[in-house]
């Protein structure tokens, strides 16, 4: 008897609890699926992207160079092993000043470190654009297609427009 009672008064007490409990677990129970979903929007690797992709008008004929920042979201190392334009010969350049003097060179890759921000900017890494076949005017704007060693080839939109040069970081018009 003492046994059923005792068993009886452990169900009571557990179905009390579980009724002061049930209203709590209502109301917290949305912060499971929050909480997912904050762990996946963290979780979840943006990539890579491109931002402030930029260029200075430049005639047909002419070289364009092009400027943007990279920014490698994942925490893998990747690689820029080449970029493709349909209105140009694309290389990719690093600029760097020799004395006085404009030294500028081919890369065939630029190494992207998990979380790195590379900055193609005047005076510095450019996007040469080898023998434009169009004008490039103000408000005109091109697709630029990045390829990596590991990412997906990303296209991204390359807007003309006119940003004052630093004075010791010279254009890259050559
Ligand atoms: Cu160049």
Not at 46 to 60: C, N, S, T, V, Y
Not at 78 to 87: A, K, M, P, Q, Y
Not at 128 to 135: A, E, I, N, S, T
Not at 159 to 164: C, D, L, Q, T, Y
Request: glycine share 8%; hydrophobic share 40%.
């Amino acid at each position: 008897m003492e046994g059923v009672f005792f068993v009886g008064d452990i169900v009571n007490r557990t179905d009390q609890e579980l009724e002061r409990l049930l209203p709590l677990m209502k109301k917290f129970f949305w912060l499971i699926p929050l909480g997912v979903l904050l762990l996946t929007a963290c979780g979840a690797e943006k990539g890579i992207e491109i931002h402030d992709a930029w260029m200075r008008p430049a005639r047909q004929g002419e070289n364009g160079a092009v400027y943007f920042v990279i920014h490698n979201h994942s925490s893998q190392a990747d690689e820029l092993t080449g970029v493709t334009s349909d209105i140009a010969v694309a290389e990719m350049h690093e600029s760097r000043m020799d004395g006085d003097i404009m030294q500028m060179n081919q890369v065939e890759s630029v190494p992207l470190e998990p979380y790195a921000e590379i900055k193609f900017a005047p005076g510095g890494r450019h996007v040469m654009l080898v023998g434009l076949k169009q004008d490039m005017k103000l408000g005109d704007e091109i697709d630029l297609t990045l390829h990596f060693k590991n990412y997906q080839d990303l296209t991204i939109r390359v807007a003309v427009s006119e940003r004052a040069l630093p004075e010791d970081h010279p254009s890259e018009d050559h």
